[in-house]
């Protein structure tokens, strides 16, 4: 199993162009999850899903839009990328059996980088 | 509010023990948690507590929850260069959809 793969790697945007991430994993998780980390702070939870076709908002979602077409699938766009996008995002998945310890699977990351 | 504090920067001397502190704020949090993240890559769960317990022990590494102060710990014995990693403390909120708060992290530099 290849786990989480994520999308490009790295990427260097000009302010106001888009693009899409994607993250796919093989492991028939129901959730996923889009992360963003910055220097000295924690993961922030930007998107997430619960199962294919619905998505909802995390922490910090302005800017950043998901879709879940396919289970094994979830994308993040960025309509009109800013100085503000320059991260590290991270896909997660997860197999939520509720009382569980319910481990989130991390995909290696990608680097952007708004000039 | 929902918050999750760790010390950002930690030195060892190989084969010393180290540990790795961190505060956090909710008390309904049902399980706490550890991740590893090597320089490059995702994170990796490196272990887990359930909020029921005080201790729990795997192989060199240790977690202490102390469920009053909000306070977890993680201690590695005899730590290797290889341990060198930036550790994540998250809670687990009860209920939801599994949401995870994590710290800043905490960057262990391992040293001969």
């Known amino acids: 199993n290849a786990g989480v793969t994520q999308t490009p790697k790295f990427r260097v945007l000009k302010t106001g162009q888009s693009m899409t991430l994607l993250c796919a994993q093989d492991m028939n998780h129901e959730y996923m999850y889009w992360y963003r980390q910055d220097p000295g702070m924690g993961l922030r939870l930007i998107h997430y899903s619960v199962g294919e076709g619905t998505t909802a908002k995390g922490e910090v979602p302005d800017g950043y839009n998901v879709s879940r077409l396919k289970k094994q699938n979830f994308l993040l766009g960025l309509e009109s990328a800013a100085p503000s996008q320059t991260s590290v995002y991270f896909c997660?998945?997860?197999?939520?059996?509720?009382?569980?310890?319910?481990?989130?699977?991390f995909g290696p990351g990608t680097r952007l980088t708004v000039l | 509010g929902e918050d999750v504090e760790q010390s950002l920067f930690l030195s060892v001397r190989e084969g010393d023990s180290s540990v790795i502190n961190c505060t956090y704020t909710?008390?309904?949090?049902?399980?706490l948690y550890w991740y590893k993240q090597e320089p490059g890559a995702g994170l990796q769960l490196l272990t887990y507590?359930?909020?029921?317990?005080d201790m729990k022990q795997d192989q060199r590494l240790t977690v202490l929850l102390n469920k009053k102060d909000k306070h977890l710990s993680l201690r590695i014995a005899d730590t290797q260069t290889g341990d060198s990693a930036i550790y994540f403390c998250?809670?687990?909120?009860?209920?939801?959809?599994?949401?995870?708060?994590f710290g800043a992290g905490t960057r262990l530099a391992v040293h001969p």
């Open positions: 998250a809670e687990r909120f009860s209920g939801g959809y599994n949401k995870l708060i």
């Open positions: 909710d008390s309904s949090s049902t399980y």
């Open positions: 997660a998945s997860s197999n939520e059996r509720g009382r569980s310890y319910n481990e989130q699977f």
């Open positions: 507590i359930f909020s029921n317990m």
